[in-house]
């Protein structure tokens, strides 16, 4: 019977799922600070061609480790509460729709955490129609990024007028499960995995759409060893992934509790103290 499927789901869950967050609000200003400016930002490279039947080697200049480091650090925070905050689901390296099981779990964190602001999913339809009106016609102009779901996400939210992006992305490792794709570092190469491992892997990502601030990260597992036809007795093969993605997703959510819990008191503390 399915209400018992539905128990032995979320004993399972519970047991096996396990996950990590964490948060992050502090100056780039502040962090370069501390170290002494770098003298040399860019490096000498070789790089080779194939000319005239030869390989012609050419010493070029590129931006040196210190320098690509000073950069990725050169960020600040921007979020203030309360905050438009969109909601982005990435599903075989693709945005999506939230589905209806999924939606219910993140609209009873979002009501949670109504004093840090208003969640809106972010409409995939939206989010390409934004990227074409965006970025130019003529294909050779066209940013080497341009298809980076990244890209897509933060032009799609800006659209919305959406202050940050809750990104979380789900998917198995592993032996496959009929329905859940293998999961996907933002839509590129799966992850490995052993042959005998069947697992549900999701992660979120709380990044500021303006200038692409990382504010938290949450991550959970969940083993799908019980997935299979037996377990689920008589449900249609395509429920298999749904229900994995499901429960993966419920893995989730406790983990984004956490850090979105962390995350509003270190907001509040940084907020207090600016305005002392």
């Given at each position: 019977?399915?209400?018992r499927?539905?128990?032995?789901?979320?004993?399972?869950?519970a047991?096996?799922?396990?996950?990590?967050?964490?948060?992050?609000?502090?100056s780039?200003?502040q962090?370069?600070?501390q170290y002494q400016p770098?003298?040399e930002?860019?490096?000498?490279?070789?790089?080779s061609s194939?000319?005239n039947?030869?390989?012609?080697?050419?010493?070029?200049?590129?931006?040196?480790?210190?320098?690509?480091v000073?950069?990725?650090?050169?960020i600040?925070p921007?979020l203030k509460s309360?905050?438009?905050?969109?909601?982005?689901?990435i599903?075989?390296?693709r945005?999506?729709?939230?589905?209806t099981?999924?939606q219910?779990?993140?609209?009873?964190?979002?009501?949670?955490?109504a004093?840090?602001?208003?969640?809106t999913?972010?409409d995939?339809?939206?989010?390409?129609?934004?990227?074409?009106?965006?970025?130019?016609?003529?294909?050779?102009?066209?940013?080497?990024?341009a298809?980076d779901?990244?890209t897509?996400?933060r032009?799609?939210?800006?659209?919305?007028?959406m202050?940050?992006?809750?990104?979380?992305?789900?998917?198995g490792?592993?032996?496959?499960?009929?329905g859940l794709?293998?999961?996907?570092?933002?839509?590129?190469?799966?992850?490995?995995?052993?042959?005998?491992?069947?697992?549900?892997?999701?992660?979120?990502f709380?990044?500021?759409?303006?200038?692409g601030?990382p504010?938290?990260?949450?991550s959970?597992?969940?083993?799908?060893k019980?997935?299979?036809?037996?377990?689920w007795?008589?449900?249609?093969k395509?429920?298999?992934g749904?229900e994995?993605k499901?429960?993966?997703?419920?893995?989730?959510?406790?983990?984004?509790d956490?850090?979105?819990?962390?995350?509003t008191?270190?907001l509040?503390?940084?907020?207090?103290?600016?305005?002392?």
């Amino acid at each position: 019977p399915m209400h018992r499927n539905l128990i032995a789901i979320a004993f399972l869950t519970a047991v096996t799922a396990c996950g990590h967050h964490g948060t992050q609000v502090t100056s780039g200003k502040q962090y370069l600070s501390q170290y002494q400016p770098v003298a040399e930002s860019t490096d000498k490279v070789i790089k080779s061609s194939y000319q005239n039947g030869e390989i012609v080697e050419t010493e070029v200049a590129t931006l040196s480790t210190n320098e690509l480091v000073r950069r990725a650090a050169n960020i600040e925070p921007l979020l203030k509460s309360p905050a438009h905050i969109g909601l982005v689901r990435i599903d075989a390296g693709r945005i999506t729709t939230v589905p209806t099981a999924e939606q219910i779990s993140w609209t009873v964190l979002a009501n949670k955490y109504a004093s840090l602001g208003h969640f809106t999913p972010l409409d995939p339809f939206l989010a390409n129609y934004a990227v074409k009106t965006a970025l130019p016609t003529d294909g050779s102009a066209l940013r080497r990024d341009a298809s980076d779901i990244i890209t897509h996400i933060r032009i799609g939210a800006a659209r919305q007028h959406m202050d940050a992006v809750l990104i979380y992305e789900v998917g198995g490792r592993g032996k496959p499960v009929e329905g859940l794709a293998p999961v996907r570092v933002l839509g590129n190469a799966p992850l490995p995995a052993t042959p005998i491992e069947r697992e549900g892997i999701a992660r979120a990502f709380l990044m500021d759409v303006r200038n692409g601030y990382p504010y938290g990260t949450a991550s959970a597992s969940v083993d799908l060893k019980d997935t299979q036809r037996g377990f689920w007795d008589n449900a249609p093969k395509d429920r298999l992934g749904i229900e994995a993605k499901s429960r993966t997703t419920q893995a989730l959510v406790p983990e984004v509790d956490r850090m979105l819990g962390q995350l509003t008191a270190r907001l509040a503390q940084t907020q207090l103290a600016s305005a002392n």
